[in-house]
């Protein structure tokens, strides 16, 4: 059981950068047991937004690759406590919606996959970045 951010749910659903899909794609061969908050839903749906206005994506692709994303998280979506996001957004300076997901890890007492260094660097207790965890056999 890991918690992932919505950056490697990207990486495994949207085709692009090779190098991140393919450490996405280990990270879920490894542990397919993924969890977030439900804050990844608003998240990923601002990511296609963006590779739709860049034409990057059709929007029927985007319409399948939502669909897809959310029958993996389907009963893996989780409601974060505001004490605990605001609590640790006090100890750092990552933002409220980082924190979420350093909150749900805390939570399950699991480890947060993510691509972000700024997350990794203030809470390496809790989190890994992506490409060190899909290489740990």
């Not at 996405?24 to 397919?32: E, F, L, T, V």
């Not at 206005?53 to 998280?73: F, K, N, P």
């Not at 979506?77 to 919606?97: I, K």
């Amino acid at each position: 059981m890991i918690v992932v951010d919505t950056n490697v749910l990207a990486y495994l659903f949207i085709p692009g950068n090779e190098v991140y899909t393919s450490a996405a794609r280990s990270a879920y061969c490894k542990d397919p047991d993924w969890y977030a908050p439900y804050l990844w839903r608003s998240e990923f749906r601002n990511i296609l937004a963006l590779y739709l206005r860049q034409g990057l994506l059709t929007y029927d692709i985007a319409l399948s690759v939502m669909r897809e994303a959310e029958s993996l998280m389907q009963l893996r979506e989780y409601r974060v406590p505001s004490l605990d996001v605001l609590s640790l957004v006090s100890q750092s300076t990552c933002s409220a919606y980082d924190c979420e997901f350093v909150a749900l890890a805390r939570n399950f007492s699991t480890v947060l996959v993510t691509s972000d260094k700024k997350i990794v660097k203030q809470f390496p207790e809790n989190a890994v970045l992506l490409k060190d965890y899909s290489q740990v056999v």
